[in-house]
């Protein structure tokens, strides 16, 4: 037998994620966690595509945060692999957060949701009730009551707000409380393994995907083709496609005469800027790649 380590010898570290319908707030609490934005955020469902590390150090450990897209059904080829990715971070985790809002009643779909994570059995389970700061003292006490009956094992149900940072300290405290000890798994001085390319084309594609409608959010993707510092300059050259799947929306992107390109642009530079120091030239073109989200090749060559 193994005997155990006293805490105050060796810190605890390990992988938490957050499940829940889309739309929760998942990307928005990992980045209140870290301090700083890895993940990008929408009010467009399955805004997040990827499995995305970050990381928040505190005396008492590391917490790794993987944020994945929202568990939906599946109506194309991407969203198939977006459910299989969260299958596979969930069963590698140390700690699964559920979350739901305080501002909506638990449905069929957070019931499903609570339900599968019996196929995670090695996970400890938090339930998080979020967006507090935009609910009653009694819409948060009704949902607390209702998510505590989702299951029976929760290690923890807390109410909190990522963006009044109301009781993230409290979630952080019991989400490291619940890691295994042992060392950390990062530097101190990191906060995601994302590469600044990848931050870079997340930011393009938030920016894209503000005011847009209907189905179009789901059929954008972006790719940096060049990036690097410009000669004698302290500029950095960015040359980045914004990806869609028919020509209308190529039209609906690019605006009355650029312009709504042009505001993509700018909006994207101010947030890409700060990231790598440096003032940007940013060329986007957009291009048409047809129904890609049902196409495995071009699935392949997006990256998913």
Request: hydrophobic share 40%; glycine share 8%; charged share 30%.
């Amino acid at each position: 037998m193994t005997p155990s380590v006293p805490e105050h010898v060796e810190g605890r570290s390990g992988f938490v994620t957050f499940v829940g319908r889309p739309n929760v707030g998942k990307s928005t609490l990992t980045n209140a966690l870290v301090g700083e934005k890895v993940a990008i955020t929408s009010d467009k469902p399955q805004t997040t595509r990827r499995a995305i590390r970050g990381i928040l150090n505190r005396p008492a450990g590391q917490l790794v945060i993987v944020d994945t897209p929202g568990i939906h059904k599946p109506r194309t080829l991407l969203g198939e692999r977006l459910n299989s990715l969260v299958e596979q971070v969930l069963g590698d985790v140390d700690v699964i957060g559920f979350c739901v809002p305080a501002t909506e009643k638990v449905g069929p779909g957070d019931r499903r949701i609570a339900e599968s994570l019996d196929g995670y059995p090695r996970a400890k389970k938090v339930a998080i009730v979020t967006k507090t700061d935009a609910a009653s003292r009694d819409q948060i006490t009704e949902r607390l009551m209702e998510v505590d009956a989702l299951r029976e094992d929760w290690a923890a149900v807390i109410p909190l707000s990522a963006l009044t940072r109301q009781q993230l300290d409290v979630l952080t405290d019991e989400l490291l409380a619940l890691m295994p000890v042992g060392p950390q798994l990062y530097p101190d001085d990191v906060v995601t393994d994302e590469s600044v390319e990848d931050r870079v084309a997340e930011i393009i594609r938030e920016a894209a995907l503000e005011g847009v409608r209907d189905e179009l959010p789901h059929s954008i993707a972006v790719t940096i083709e060049d990036m690097a510092p410009r000669e004698d300059s302290d500029l950095t050259d960015i040359y980045a496609n914004i990806i869609v799947e028919r020509d209308s929306q190529k039209a609906i992107i690019i605006g009355h005469k650029g312009s709504r390109l042009a505001d993509v642009g700018k909006r994207a530079r101010a947030q890409i800027e700060p990231l790598v120091g440096t003032r940007v030239f940013l060329s986007l073109r957009v291009r048409v790649a047809k129904e890609w989200q049902r196409d495995p090749k071009q699935l392949g060559r997006l990256g998913f």
